[in-house]
């Protein structure tokens, strides 16, 4: 009997967990979904080892955050935020205990949290950091019913970053001189400041993975002086190539008029010639026929 009631009891305790378990799936399904927006930078990083979203400090990050009413009754949302590891929490201005947004069963709404990205003095660069989202429901006296978390796993999301200036500087110079490789040069000055350009990006990544932004960005405005020297370049050599074609198509009409000239010369000279020999014909007939009436004329 005592056996049979410890099954009991541990059949009850497993069944209240696994309530429990469902009761916070479906609560976390509140949070659907969750979006960064007017990032200065948003893939790997080299210096942090990982996918981060990045915003320069001073900026203002933006986070859209969809709830959806998956509770089975009305919710009175409350808060609407995201806890940065820094130690930092920021909500939507959009919902708060004395005004909370009411969803209905199956109604979902988009929340904007917006803040100001701290100082690379206040909040070091040298880390990337994690943060998670939360939403929060109040019943009609004002007291908290439930307040349900998501990481930034669970969404997908990528780490948090805050750029320096020249971290940033970084990234946009490297948007543009990782084209490079993929060009082709007709002039062979133009190539070689390619090369050269590429060079200096190379070691712009090697300082930016070693945590030396402000090298790093030295190194990448070096590259981008030397390839916009490479446009040039290319430019006036496809300009000497036009101006050089245009001479030489130049040259070949004046020899192809020179020679018509020549022919039309030959040929006016044939046409004289072939004159000039009618007329003697004419002549020698003429001639021939006075002397043929001379001999025919009596005595």
């Known amino acids: 009997m005592k056996k049979k009631a410890l099954t009991i ?42 996918s981060v979203v990045a915003y320069e400090a001073g900026s203002d990050a933006i986070l859209y955050v969809n709830v959806e009413n998956t509770y089975g009754a009305v919710i009175n949302v409350s808060s609407v935020g995201v806890n940065m590891h820094w130690g930092a929490m920021f909500n939507s201005t959009q919902a708060n205990a004395t005004d909370p947004v009411v969803l209905e069963p199956g109604e979902y709404r988009m929340f904007t949290i917006t803040f100001a ?14 943060y998670e989202m939360h939403v929060e ?29 020249d971290q940033a500087t970084c990234q946009e110079i490297a948007a543009v001189v990782d084209m490079i490789p993929s060009m082709y040069w007709d002039s062979a000055r133009a190539g070689i400041l390619s090369l050269k350009a590429m060079n ?54 004046k020899s192809a008029e020179s020679m018509a000239n020549f022919f039309n010369g ?13 007329l003697f014909a004419l002549g020698y007939i003429i001639r021939g026929l006075a002397a043929l009436r001379k001999a025919q004329m009596p005595p």
């Open 117 to 130: 990205v701290p100082s690379t003095s206040d909040v070091t660069n040298f880390i990337a950091w994690d």
């Open 200 to 253: 200096e990006t190379n070691l712009g990544e090697y300082y930016y993975m070693l945590g030396h932004f402000s090298d790093a960005a030295s190194h990448y405005g070096t590259a981008v002086d030397l390839v916009d020297s490479a446009f040039s370049a290319e430019e006036t050599f496809a300009v000497r190539m036009e101006d050089l074609e245009i001479m030489t198509m130049e040259a070949h009409l």
């Open 9 to 50: 009891i541990a059949a009850l305790l497993l069944s209240v967990f696994g309530s429990f378990s469902m009761l916070n799936t479906a609560y976390a399904q509140w949070l659907s979904s969750a979006t960064w927006t007017d990032y200065e930078f948003r893939g790997y990083d080299s210096f942090y080892g990982t």
């Open 266 to 278: 030959m040929s006016n000279m044939w046409t004289l010639f072939g004159v000039a020999l009618i």
């Open 137 to 165: 429901h109040i019943n009609a006296t004002g007291d908290v019913v439930d307040t349900v978390t998501r990481t930034r796993g669970s969404f997908g999301l990528p780490y948090f970053a805050i750029y320096s200036a």
